[in-house]
Nanobody
Framework: QVHLVESGGGLVQAGGSLRLSCAASGSIYAMNWYRQAPGNKRELVASITTGGTTRYADFVRGRFTISRDNGKKTVYLQMNSLEPEDSAFYYC??????????WGHGTPVAVYS
């Protein structure tokens, strides 16, 4: 069993920045950030492989950066130029040994104009 714990969410003015962190208690390979706003489906924001290959949703490309520190078993999401539409719960997701998928409990991000 691997636990994922997110941190770094909060309230920020539009145009501002936040840095989310997700710490894993065990081995996690591919890691992702998802988000879900009230009334909306959960959507993929960004992904990163063990080797550092990244992918982004079109709606965050150029504003958000995903990175990871394999030694610390932590993945980060640097979010710049935040917009009110980015307000949501942000969830960390990862795949561990045997292809088991894990989710964190989420961290809230609220952007006001």
């Amino acid at each position: 069993q691997v636990h994922l714990v997110e941190s770094g969410g909060g309230l920020v003015q539009a145009g501002g920045s936040l840095r989310l962190s997700c710490a894993a208690s065990g081995s996690i390979y591919a890691m992702n950030w998802y988000r879900q706003a009230p009334g909306n489906k959960r959507e993929l924001v960004a992904s990163i492989t063990t080797g550092g290959t990244t992918r982004y949703a079109d709606f965050v490309r150029g504003r958000f950066t995903i990175s990871r520190d394999n030694g610390k078993k932590t993945v980060y999401l640097q979010m710049n130029s935040l917009e009110p539409e980015d307000s949501a719960f942000y969830y960390c997701n990862g795949t561990g040994d045997g292809g088991v998928e894990y989710w964190g409990h989420g961290t809230p991000v609220a952007v006001y104009s």
